[in-house]
């Protein structure tokens, strides 16, 4: 195996998606609960909509999937912004694995009634203002997205 080849035990795809309200342009998070450590400390999180890719599945596929399921809207993709890489603990496997999740901009085409089932409890989904976003964002390193999105989809509107 070549040692300098990056090893992902997981993939997932996500979108930062954005739409044009009364002349503002509001970006969509959702409001989540996340564990800190043990089962017991919970924090309520902003974060944007990703998840794993399914069998067969493509990034593209993922994202729009994963937009659609946590953020409760249909989307288009218009580019693709970057990914992160993520040292994280699998309590199930009971081990750390290596996560690359990738993003892409999109614009809101409609919302969607597509039902959600999975273990993270979504308590929200907001659309806010870019400053009010990089204020609630859990990560900096959605924030660093958030910044390249904002920039690419200045084009867009």
Known sequence: MDKNKKYYDERSAGGIVFKEEDKNILWLVIKTIARKGNKKNKKEIYKFPKGHLQKDEF???AA??????EGKVKAEIL???GSNDYLIWDGKLRKKIIKKVT???MKFKEKSNLRYFDEEV???REWLEFKEVMKKLEYPSEKRLLKRAKEK???YY
Do not use: G, Q, T
Not at 64 to 69: A, D, I
């Open 103 to 105: 993003f892409f901009l």
């Open 153 to 155: 989809a200045e084009k």
């Open 122 to 124: 979504i308590i929200d």
């Open 59 to 61: 990034l593209k596929e």
């Open 79 to 81: 580019s693709k912004l």
């Open 64 to 69: 729009l999937r994963e937009v659609e399921e």
